[in-house]
């Protein structure tokens, strides 16, 4: 499938939604460049995210964010993954939705819970951001971010039961018929 004519693709979700397995995939059947913004942030840090949050603070890690996410917008030919806080400023979001498709994955909370325990990264990467944590933190921060991924959104593709494939090719399709 040939590579949407929009300037790059964002993916957007919770965290376990499938942004940084499906992301590498689509930049490589596009013959693209695959950004993911966290990963960004931690090299030019030198820590994890988790490490960043526990040490200096949420707010001090979603200024290192925006900065990462005004670099990144800068550039063409990209599937771009945001962490699942990204949409959470205005600046943000303006400049996501000015840099391309925005496709947001989803899948109901305790299936993000199941994904998020299965990966043994995750809790050494990326701490709780609620003091409940587990699924009471995962259908808050749903709830609280909904309204945003939805705004945002080109296109939503839920990936439940689908394996990251053939949530690529959702992707790839939705954005083969939208490119704008």
Same mark, same amino acid.
């Given at each position: ?18 942004? /940084? ?15 993911? /913004? ?16 526990? /040490? ?120 083969? /018929?939208?490119?704008?």
């Amino acid at each position: 499938m040939s590579a949407p004519g929009a300037r790059n693709v964002v993916l957007i979700g919770l965290r376990g939604c499938g942004k /940084t397995s499906v992301g590498p995939l689509l930049a490589q059947r596009w013959n693209w460049h695959f950004t993911d /913004t966290d990963a960004l942030i931690a090299a030019q840090q030198q820590r994890t995210i988790a490490d960043i949050i526990s /040490t200096d603070g949420e707010p001090a890690f979603r200024l290192l964010e925006a900065d990462v996410i005004a670099d990144v917008v800068r550039g063409d030919q990209q599937v771009i993954s945001v962490g699942g806080g990204a949409v959470g400023g205005q600046r943000n979001r303006d400049l996501l939705h000015a840099a391309g498709i925005c496709v947001w994955l989803t899948a109901p909370p305790e299936t993000l819970l199941a994904r998020i325990q299965a990966d043994p990264q995750s809790a050494h990467q990326r701490p709780p951001l609620r003091a409940a944590g587990g699924l009471a933190e995962v259908r808050a921060l749903l709830q609280e971010r909904q309204p945003l991924y939805s705004s945002l959104a080109g296109h939503t593709i839920n990936t439940v039961g689908l394996s990251v494939e053939q949530v690529a090719d959702a992707v790839a399709a939705a954005c083969s /018929t939208n490119p704008t």
